[in-house]
């Protein structure tokens, strides 16, 4: 039970990749009022989780209610993460998430595809269990990597701060670059997962 736990925990870990997703939040809560920052990442993290929750009991059938495959699950958060990517990459006057009202993000592209991104949502969909040990054993690994998010981008400002901001620009761009690569690997996946079905 205890690795079925951490191996659950780490895959997780690996999908949804705080650490990488740092100088995504950082830009997104860049216009935001700093003491309602906190306030946003709490809810951002939650909105993922709940909506991670939702999947792993629900999401084989609601993708079959709505006619959906996974890949096409794939290469649609795969186009969403490249564009985020290239304005990262060459920053934009609106900034990396565009025009949002009240100048702070909401779902998307923190919660959605951010945290609770095609990869992570897919990952999810394998948890199905008809043993309650694993589904509770699977819940509380997702619990756990919640915290991580919160812990994570909660000191993501003082890391900011502590770095400066051509530190944190660099890291930016070159995250930028990593998100990039990284959505064309999801989006070959998807077009692979594809070619096999025809």
């Known amino acids: 039970m205890t690795q079925s736990f951490f191996q659950t925990f780490i895959l997780l870990l ?7 997703n740092v100088p995504l939040f950082v830009a997104g809560l860049k216009d935001v009022p700093v003491p309602r920052r906190p306030r946003i990442v709490v809810r951002e993290c939650a909105i993922a989780f709940l909506l991670l929750l939702i999947f792993m009991f629900f999401g084989r059938h609601f993708l079959s209610a709505l006619q959906l495959s996974e890949v096409a699950l794939r290469i649609g958060g795969a186009v969403i993460l490249l564009l985020i990517a290239i304005r990262m990459v060459f920053p934009h006057p609106d900034g990396v998430l565009g025009r949002t009202e009240g100048g702070e993000p909401f779902i998307v592209p923190l919660a959605i595809p951010a945290l609770a991104g095609p990869s992570a949502l897919a990952t999810v ?21 919640a915290v991580v998010w919160l812990a994570v981008f909660l000191s993501a400002e003082r890391l900011q701060k502590r770095l ?7 890291f930016e761009r070159l995250m930028g670059l990593i998100l990039a690569a990284m959505s064309i690997e999801m989006l070959l996946g998807g077009v692979r997962e594809f070619v096999k079905t025809l």
């Open 125 to 145: 969909l394998l948890f199905t269990s008809r043993s309650m040990e694993e589904v509770a054993v699977h819940v509380a690994a997702l619990g756990a990597v």
């Open 164 to 170: 400066g901001p051509q530190v944190m620009t660099a």
């Open 14 to 20: 690996l999908v949804t990749d705080p650490f990488g």
